[in-house]
């Protein structure tokens, strides 16, 4: 993995955990009741979609089990059409997608340990 795969990949990985903690444990109608919270959480999902285009295409290539162009895409709409942002779907975003990625894209930044013989 190259150097600068690695760093977009730890700023998706820390957004990721911030995301999770500023949505906690809102639901649907707590967090869409929370400006402070949809703030910080929108931000947070423009550094994960900033940094996944910063991804190489080759790593992109190699784990496509993942919807880069859609995370790239989310991007778009926070900051090309943020007057139209479903604050709901930010929210499933936030709590059904996220930790998923979250977790990923850990694993993808743990180090490589040899097999034991």
């Not at 496509?64 to 900051?79: E, F, H, K, Q």
Request: net charge negative; with cysteine.
């Amino acid at each position: 993995m190259s150097p600068s795969d690695r760093l977009a990949l730890g700023h998706i990985r820390d957004a990721c955990g911030l995301i999770e903690s500023f949505v906690g444990t809102l639901d649907a109608t707590g967090f869409e009741n929370d400006r402070r919270s949809i703030s910080a959480v929108a931000y947070q999902m423009i550094i994960v979609g900033e940094a996944t285009k910063r991804l190489s295409m080759v790593f992109r290539d190699q784990h496509g089990g993942i919807n880069w162009r859609s995370i790239a895409g989310t991007l778009d709409v926070l900051v090309h059409d943020f007057q139209n942002l479903d604050v709901i779907i930010l929210w499933r975003a936030a709590t059904r997608h996220v930790p998923a990625l979250g977790s990923a894209v850990a694993g993808m930044l743990e180090p490589v340990m040899p097999a034991a013989t």
